[in-house]
């Protein structure tokens, strides 16, 4: 299976843009990139998917290097209620699982 | 409202007791799923359905069974609990299995002593 590495954690201030990077340097044609996110006490949440072009949705944008071999998740201004653990997946398309790793811990602060 | 709901949310029990997890979706999704989730080790794939009647193991089947005889109900069941599967566990549905966003239950926490 495709890795993907991500920062341990990161900070933000409320109301600033968050970049989140995803490192994925071994991903295949077919892969899409998923991210999702688990708030505290929560199960995890789905935030947005790609696979070549850069994508935007209600919740986030994602921008997808031209190489594919990186992405970042883009929330556009953090509130503290975005303080969560934000999981990038590499996925097939089709019946795989979903393969979580440690994710990135993003805190927010007032 | 559209939610996968899961019950209990906690439980303890002891070694060898047969318990089980129901998780129910409102959405008539075809797929659902059931992860656990241990420090370090992130979400894990225990079972999966891809319809009624369907179902298959994930990356950690062992120690636990399914069932998927209507669309809505996807019970765990664990016949004889044991405290390695002390855990988290998630369930998760999706309309089918090529979409990619899935939807996941507010969690069960066990505790086997």
């Known amino acids: 299976d495709a890795k993907t590495t991500q920062p341990n954690s990161m900070e933000s201030n409320e109301e600033e843009p968050v970049h989140l990077p995803c490192n994925h340097s071994?991903?295949?044609?077919?892969?899409?990139i998923h991210w999702y996110r688990q708030l505290p006490s929560q199960g995890p949440e789905y935030v947005i998917h790609?696979?070549?072009s850069n994508v935007n949705n209600r919740m986030a944008s994602l921008a997808i290097a031209e190489d594919r071999k990186s992405s970042t998740l883009i929330l556009h201004r953090a509130t503290l209620r975005d303080a969560a653990v934000y999981y990038c997946?590499?996925?097939?398309?089709?019946?795989?699982?979903?393969?979580f790793g440690k994710g990135t811990r993003l805190s927010v602060i007032a | 409202e559209a939610q996968v709901t899961q019950n209990p949310r906690y439980l303890i029990t002891v070694t060898g007791k047969k318990l089980t997890v129901t998780c129910s979706q409102n959405?008539?999704?075809?797929?659902m799923s059931w992860y656990r989730q241990d420090p370090g080790l992130g979400l894990r794939q225990i079972y999966y359905?891809?319809?009624?009647?369907?179902?298959d193991k994930g990356d950690v089947p062992e120690g636990y069974k399914v069932s998927r005889k209507e669309k809505r109900n996807f019970p765990l069941i664990l016949e004889s609990p044991s405290p390695n599967q002390t855990s988290l566990y998630f369930c998760?549905?999706?309309?089918?299995?090529?979409?990619?966003?899935?939807?996941f239950g507010p969690g069960t926490r066990l505790t086997v002593t």
């Open positions: 071994t991903i295949s044609g077919t892969d899409y």
């Open positions: 998760a549905s999706s309309p089918n299995p090529v979409r990619h966003e899935q939807y």
């Open positions: 997946i590499l996925r097939e398309k089709g019946n795989t699982p979903l393969v």
């Open positions: 359905s891809m319809n009624v009647e369907v179902t």
């Open positions: 959405m008539n999704h075809e797929y």
């Open positions: 790609g696979l070549t």
